[in-house]
């Protein structure tokens, strides 16, 4: 069996290859002719399914796709959605770089420079969407990982918020854990593992979280 995972991210590639073991895992980049899908819906379900249905009508293969983003309580939620461009605007060129990150958690940390340790909690969210090309199934998963931010930015692993992250249980940031044991915990390894069990027993469409 093939599928394809809607990302040029050669991380995630290979996260979801070692999580599916027997199936064969392509990337956008054995399409390059695929569409560029705007992540254009307000919740991470929404462009999780938008990305999935584009790149299972252009491949013609079950396509998976992920959206994920920090949930900050004192924030109301924000970024949310907007994690990956919080700190500036979609479609600059510094979209998704290192540096771009380096701003997003910066911003994020000054918005939260006056909150108290106890009211710094957030959580990770990833939402993961399998779409069959032939219009049938389409499923949903979403995965989390609770925690809070700390006020500097610890640890050189990871991407992201990773080093102002301590996830639940632990006093290390998720920038200090190794790839293994944050896979084992993250919101992304959460949500790939449950739709691993989709793939394997087909279900009815729907959305479930763990
Ligand atoms: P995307 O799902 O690849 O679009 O990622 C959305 C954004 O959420 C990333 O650019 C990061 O800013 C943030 N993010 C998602 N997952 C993680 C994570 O595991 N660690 C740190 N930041 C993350």
Known sequence: ?????????????????????????????????????????????????????????????????????????????M???????????FGTPDFGAPDRDRANLELLLDQLADVAAADRGAHFVCA????????????????RMDGRI????????GFGYDPIFVPDGETRTSAELTAAEKDAISHRGKAFRALAVSLARPTEAGVSRT
């Open 1 to 77: 069996m093939k599928i394809v995972l809607a990302t040029r991210n050669q991380g995630k590639i290979e996260e979801l290859r070692r999580i599916l073991g027997g199936i064969d895992v392509l990337g956008l980049e054995a399409f390059p002719d695929a569409p560029e899908v705007p992540e254009t819906e307000l919740t991470f379900e929404g462009n999780a399914l938008l990305k999935a249905r584009a790149i299972a009508a252009h491949t013609g293969l079950p396509a998976v796709s992920d959206d994920s983003g920090l949930c900050v309580d004192a924030l109301n939620g």
């Open 79 to 89: 970024p949310g959605v907007l994690s990956a461009r919080w700190s500036g605007r």
């Open 128 to 143: 993961a969407a399998l779409v069959r090309p032939d219009g049938g199934e389409q499923v949903v998963v979403e995965g």
């Open 150 to 157: 700390i006020e500097a930015p610890r640890g050189d692993g």
